[in-house]
């Protein structure tokens, strides 16, 4: 193959690279992707993993206890920004994601990973700091929670699975 053709096979092959790796990149930019549901790792290449001991981001609700269909504050607090969050509840007893957030911040969003509502993401790239949101406990006793976040300080830096204290349900079980 002479030169020409070999600069135009590279060029293309670099050409397609790129608008692969933008493309894949501007899905994430406006939030997270069902595919992150289960483990809330986000789906990002070559991502470095810290450890959520050792984070600059507190998640927490100025409630120790909540009754069934309570409405309960989540505040998020850093000391750093950060572009990219997921946020939900789970029961203690099994990890389930449970109940709805009924309030969010701007630059957020509602995603369903298995009910309306049942988590919440970044709905854009923009810088974010302390974020408030309200959570709905079920109707219907499910015990004990913790809120639970994963922050992506950058393209390829994150912290996965932040955790609150634990929230314990009120009343009968």
């Known amino acids: 193959m002479e030169d020409g053709g070999r600069a135009h096979t590279a060029f293309v092959g670099w050409a397609c690279t790129t608008l692969c790796l933008f493309s894949y990149a501007a899905a994430f930019s406006q939030g997270a992707s069902l595919s992150a549901c289960t483990d809330m790792m986000p789906r990002h290449l070559r991502v470095q993993l810290h450890s959520s ?28 920004d950060y572009m990219g969050f997921m946020l939900q509840a789970r029961k203690v007893s099994n990890n389930e994601i449970a109940g709805t957030f009924i309030f969010l911040p701007p630059g957020s969003k509602l995603l369903t990973c298995f009910e309306d509502g049942d988590t919440v993401t970044h709905s854009d790239k923009s810088l974010k700091r302390n974020l408030s949101f309200v ?6 006793p499910i015990g004990d929670i913790k809120f639970f976040i994963s922050i992506v300080q950058s393209y390829f830096v994150y912290w996965a699975k932040i955790e609150s204290a634990v929230v314990a349900q009120g009343g009968p079980n």
């Open 135 to 140: 959570w709905k406990a079920p109707d219907q």
């Open 53 to 80: 001991n050792s984070n600059y981001i507190t998640v927490h609700t100025n409630m120790s206890f909540y009754f069934p269909g309570d409405k309960v504050p989540v505040t998020v607090r850093s000391t750093r």
